[in-house]
């Protein structure tokens, strides 16, 4: 059955998987956990969640994304020992040799963070989380350590760790890039990669912040055409180093069909990167927090907003190979499905980490794993059973049998029709 709407309810599965799935949840939530997750899901269920962040095999499709539960190692720890396929950093602002840096303005210390429900146009209920910081506001030393020690942990337990950057953006048509503040950037992240004994390449995400959507350079066409265009090729010429490099976009402020461009754009063989990251928070210049008028926020409209440009951009993000790793308000499994549905092979998360939660869990338990239980194996929200779904509705099985997480994409029926 062809899927007209953002999915609701519960999946339409077997009753007895059903119970099945339940059972397992609540095992989850008082400390019980497979030995290999994805083993006992195949072997069980035939459900395989191997997923793909930045072109290489992970656990499961879900990560941290760039944030405030990615600033220190206990974080990362905590993400590994979890079992979340991987962590991306806090975004750092890019310097040159001599501590410079163009984006500063983007350092700014977070003071705290407030986390509220909100509702979405669609009617739509969720959460969102304010926070008055932008990227890291420690020092570039600090970072590199964070970066060291994290991805230490990334070859003892295969957590894939990313860090994140804002790098120098032109502020006009002719200004030229601050190639040095890239270089020192990128070959300390690369220097930190290899003192940690890397052998596969680097990733970088490159994070066009949503707080660049209430800037004044934010709003001018040509001049995002130009970042979009040209950020690709200034980055691998800015390093002898190889990376696999992912862009993550911002939403526009503005109309829905120059947000289509943005993508777009990125698909080009002429300058498109490795991966995408689709797509940062919504911005709402009105409001204020901490003193600070306008804020970036999320919820069912951000998740709306990203589905609905992914579905008419579904044709070229199909036929190309570019691989994008969904985030914006994925607060369920089922919500994960829906980005997979419209090619996204990996979502990453941050407000679900944080809203109040009244299910009950062993006192032992952390909350990334009590989420990542939930976000798998909840009967009416979770993966497993939304792939049993996918797998009785609309054909998702393989040759051997099993449905398969990066099957989503190559489903062939009609996608999601998101609201605008």
Same mark, same amino acid.
């Given at each position: 059955?062809?899927?007209?709407?953002?999915?609701?309810?519960?999946?339409?599965?077997?009753?007895?998987?059903?119970?099945?799935?339940?059972?397992?949840?609540?095992?989850?939530?008082?400390?019980?956990? !497979?030995?290999?997750?994805? &083993?006992?899901?195949?072997?069980?269920?035939?459900? #395989?969640? *191997?997923?793909?962040?930045?072109?290489?095999?992970?656990?499961?499709?879900?990560?941290?994304?760039?944030?405030?539960?990615?600033?220190?190692?206990?974080?990362?720890?905590? +993400?590994?020992?979890?079992?979340?396929?991987?962590?991306?950093?806090?975004?750092?602002?890019?310097?040159?040799?001599?501590?410079?840096?163009?984006?500063?303005?983007?350092?700014?210390?977070?003071?705290?963070?407030?986390?509220?429900?909100?509702?979405?146009?669609?009617?739509? +209920?969720?959460?969102?989380?304010?926070?008055?910081?932008?990227?890291?506001?420690?020092?570039?030393?600090?970072?590199?350590?964070?970066?060291?020690?994290?991805?230490?942990?990334?070859?003892?337990?295969?957590?894939?760790?990313?860090?994140?950057?804002?790098?120098?953006?032109?502020?006009?048509?002719?200004?030229?890039?601050?190639?040095?503040?890239?270089?020192?950037?990128?070959?300390?992240?690369?220097?930190?990669?290899?003192?940690?004994?890397?052998?596969?390449?680097?990733?970088?995400?490159? =994070?066009?912040?949503? *707080?660049?959507?209430?800037?004044?350079?934010?709003?001018?066409?040509?001049?995002?055409?130009?970042?979009?265009?040209?950020?690709?090729?200034?980055?691998?010429?800015?390093?002898?180093?190889?990376?696999?490099?992912?862009?993550?976009?911002?939403?526009?402020?503005?109309?829905?069909?120059?947000?289509?461009?943005?993508?777009?754009?990125?698909?080009? #063989?002429?300058?498109? !990167? #490795?991966?995408?990251?689709?797509?940062?928070?919504?911005?709402?210049?009105?409001?204020?927090?901490?003193?600070?008028?306008?804020?970036?926020?999320?919820?069912?409209?951000?998740?709306?907003?990203?589905?609905?440009?992914?579905?008419?951009?579904? !044709?070229?993000? *199909?036929?190309?190979?570019?691989?994008?790793?969904?985030?914006? =308000?994925?607060?369920?499994?089922?919500?994960?499905?829906?980005?997979?549905?419209?090619?996204?092979?990996?979502?990453?998360? &941050?407000?679900?980490?944080?809203?109040?939660?009244?299910?009950?869990?062993?006192?032992?338990?952390?909350?990334?794993?009590?989420?990542?239980?939930?976000?798998?194996? &909840?009967?009416?929200?979770?993966? *497993?059973?939304?792939?049993?779904?996918?797998?009785?509705?609309?054909?998702?099985?393989?040759?051997?049998?099993?449905?398969?997480?990066?099957?989503?994409?190559?489903?062939?029926?009609?996608?999601?029709?998101?609201?605008?």
């Amino acid at each position: 059955m062809p899927i007209q709407s953002r999915l609701s309810g519960s999946p339409d599965i077997d009753s007895g998987l059903l119970k099945l799935i339940e059972q397992d949840w609540i095992k989850c939530l008082k400390g019980w956990w !497979p030995d290999n997750l994805n &083993h006992y899901l195949i072997t069980k269920y035939q459900v #395989d969640i *191997t997923a793909r962040y930045a072109g290489q095999s992970i656990a499961n499709p879900f990560g941290k994304a760039s944030g405030q539960l990615t600033m220190n190692i206990g974080q990362i720890r905590e +993400s590994a020992q979890a079992g979340l396929g991987f962590v991306v950093l806090k975004t750092l602002i890019a310097q040159n040799a001599m501590g410079h840096q163009s984006m500063s303005a983007w350092s700014i210390p977070e003071s705290k963070m407030q986390v509220e429900p909100i509702t979405g146009q669609s009617g739509r +209920s969720g959460w969102t989380i304010t926070w008055k910081g932008r990227g890291w506001s420690r020092s570039f030393e600090d970072y590199i350590q964070l970066c060291r020690d994290s991805f230490e942990i990334s070859m003892e337990t295969g957590l894939i760790v990313a860090p994140s950057v804002k790098f120098h953006l032109p502020a006009n048509l002719d200004e030229k890039w601050y190639i040095s503040e890239y270089e020192y950037t990128l070959n300390a992240l690369a220097k930190a990669w290899q003192g940690a004994g890397g052998q596969s390449l680097l990733i970088v995400e490159k =994070d066009f912040s949503p *707080t660049l959507a209430g800037d004044q350079l934010g709003k001018q066409e040509k001049l995002i055409e130009r970042w979009l265009t040209e950020i690709t090729s200034v980055i691998r010429n800015a390093t002898s180093e190889q990376l696999t490099l992912g862009i993550k976009l911002f939403n526009f402020v503005g109309d829905h069909e120059y947000q289509n461009e943005i993508l777009r754009i990125c698909l080009d #063989d002429s300058c498109k !990167p #490795d991966f995408l990251v689709y797509a940062n928070r919504l911005f709402n210049p009105n409001k204020t927090f901490e003193g600070v008028a306008g804020v970036a926020y999320g919820g069912p409209d951000l998740s709306d907003r990203n589905l609905a440009i992914l579905t008419r951009c579904r !044709p070229e993000t *199909t036929q190309s190979n570019v691989e994008i790793s969904g985030t914006g =308000d994925i607060d369920s499994g089922r919500t994960a499905v829906e980005y997979g549905l419209l090619g996204c092979s990996s979502v990453q998360m &941050h407000t679900i980490f944080q809203i109040p939660t009244d299910i009950p869990a062993s006192a032992g338990l952390s909350r990334t794993r009590k989420t990542l239980a939930t976000l798998v194996f &909840h009967p009416v929200h979770g993966l *497993t059973g939304w792939l049993l779904h996918a797998r009785r509705h609309w054909g998702l099985c393989n040759e051997s049998g099993l449905s398969k997480w990066m099957g989503l994409k190559d489903l062939k029926m009609q996608p999601l029709e998101a609201a605008d």
